[in-house]
């Protein structure tokens, strides 16, 4: 199993681990530690963090439990909007205050609102972006929409962007956060006071955003 970690620097004297809602793993490390004695450190408590990731009664497992009938809600962009099953012919989905699927694509439905929602991922992800990377004054090189699991963004070395399509069932606010902190990584690939100050200034309600998530991501990990 491989550790993927954000490491929060700050004043304190001894290095701390925690395992956040959305199973999202965190070190609030010591300014002066080195990123190599923290990843030893990290390695040294494996077995600790795998064991706090599989403790279902504090992260519970999800799983995909809609029937995809009349009157069941789906989550969008903070709002939980009802789904009605039409008997008219109808493509893919259809939105206008609630969700509307043909009766003869029940049965893959789960297909056809993993593609929805995805699509609708990346037409709100892509703006914000693009804005972002401007007021910032970087670049990346790619944007993409994955299927990721416990982690809602992520920036590579090459400078490529992925989020998470469950975010897209999150409030905008919210998006807008988890958007300007990939791309901060841009500059800043640590969690320090630096990255936080420059989070601060673009989106000034970040910990809004960070209590949301915290409060209610465990809604997002299932899928619909």
């Known amino acids: 199993m491989e550790i993927d970690y954000q490491i929060r620097y700050s004043k304190r004297k001894t290095l701390n681990i925690t395992v956040e809602r959305d199973r999202q793993i965190v070190v609030h490390a010591p300014e002066h530690l080195s990123s190599e004695k923290i ?3 990290v390695l040294s408590k494996k077995d600790w963090i795998c ?4 403790n279902t009664q504090k992260y519970p497992v999800t799983s995909d439990n809609k029937e995809f009938i009349s009157g069941e809600t789906l989550m969008y962009l903070g709002r939980n909007y009802k789904l ?26 789960n297909t056809l ?23 910032l004054g970087v670049r ?4 993409k929409i994955s299927d990721m699991r416990y982690r809602w963004g992520s920036c590579t070395p090459q400078n490529n962007l992925n989020f998470n ?3 897209i069932k999150a409030p905008l606010f919210v ?16 969690h320090t006071p630096q990255f936080w100050n420059i989070l601060s200034i673009q989106t000034p309600d970040y910990q809004k955003s960070r209590d949301w ?7 997002l990990e299932v899928d619909f």
């Open 165 to 167: 399509w469950r975010i």
């Open 51 to 54: 064991s706090k990731l599989l």
């Open 39 to 41: 990843n030893s450190i």
């Open 140 to 143: 990346f090189n790619e944007c």
């Open 175 to 190: 998006i807008r956060y988890i958007v300007v902190h990939e791309l901060i990584h841009l500059i800043e690939s640590n």
């Open 213 to 219: 998530l915290k409060k209610n991501g465990h809604l």
């Open 84 to 109: 009605a099953i039409s008997e008219n012919d109808i493509e893919c989905i259809d939105f206008d205050q609630q969700f509307k699927i043909s009766k003869n694509n029940q049965t893959i439905a």
């Open 113 to 135: 609102f993993k593609k929805w929602y995805k699509a609708k991922a990346m037409e709100k992800i892509l703006p914000l972006a693009t804005e972002f990377a401007a007021n």
